[in-house]
């Protein structure tokens, strides 16, 4: 059965700390997809990256970084020097070439000046 | 560019009262569509999900119901609303199976009293 996990409900760090949001995933599939998105306080949901099961290459974006590892099940969100408007709801989701995604619970990230 | 629309953003009815969300896609067609409750402080509940007109598939039974009567527009109904019902409503499309990223509309905030 395919399944997500995010461990870290709530993670709380000051401006300009480096963090880490975890997540492991679940699948029979050899094929998928793993997204990640962002809410904010406004509530509308914010696609952030894909990647497909076949690429395994680190993704650098900005101040975003993303670590696949296969080996673990593994799909790791880093946010380098991180700033206040980084403050919002994390969902990492998986996606088995069907019509669903997947969602994980979540990780609430306060970033404090 | 395509864009999604939710109304109303914040509805407050009471118990036993219908519901209409209404959701609109512009600028694609033929899109897969779904409909999300998200629980206050919770993750994100796939409720009804639509390949095409007239097509509904159903993830959870509830007191709810979903149509697409018109290709880019996705309606979620209730006749009689339930204190559970309570929630963030989030609409979403993507234009494809898998390799696709949904895109989600503004939500539409719903206090059952």
């Known amino acids: 059965a395919q399944k997500v996990t995010q461990a870290q409900t709530e993670i709380s760090v000051v401006e300009k700390e480096d963090v880490t949001l975890d997540c492991v995933y679940e699948?029979?599939?050899?094929?998928?997809?793993l997204f990640w998105y962002k809410q904010p306080p406004s509530g509308e949901l914010v696609f952030l990256i894909r990647?497909?099961?076949?690429?395994?290459q680190n993704e650098i974006s900005g101040r975003y970084s993303w670590n696949f590892q296969k080996s673990t099940s593994s799909f790791n969100f880093t946010i380098t020097a991180s700033q206040v408007v980084d403050s919002a709801v994390y969902f990492c989701?998986?996606?088995?070439?069907?019509?669903?995604?997947?969602f994980g619970t979540g990780t609430r990230l306060q970033v404090f000046p | 560019s395509q864009t999604i629309h939710q109304w109303p953003a914040t509805l407050v009815q009471p118990v036993g009262s219908p519901l209409s969300l209404e959701c609109t896609v512009e600028?694609?067609?033929?899109?897969?569509l779904y409909w999300y409750r998200q629980a206050a402080g919770r993750g994100l509940q796939l409720l009804f999900y639509?390949?095409?007109?007239?097509?509904i598939s159903s993830e959870v039974p509830q007191n709810l119901s979903a149509s697409r009567p018109q290709d880019r527009q996705f309606i979620l109904s209730s006749k009689k609303l339930l204190l559970s019902d309570s929630g963030f409503y989030l609409c979403?499309?993507?234009?494809?199976?898998?390799?696709?990223?949904?895109?989600f509309g503004p939500g539409t905030r719903l206090t059952v009293t």
């Open positions: 990647r497909n099961s076949f690429d395994e």
């Open positions: 699948t029979r599939d050899t094929t998928y997809y």
């Open positions: 979403a499309w993507t234009a494809g199976y898998g390799d696709y990223e949904q895109y």
């Open positions: 989701a998986l996606s088995e070439s069907t019509d669903k995604l997947i």
């Open positions: 600028g694609t067609s033929n899109p897969n």
């Open positions: 639509s390949v095409g007109i007239g097509q």
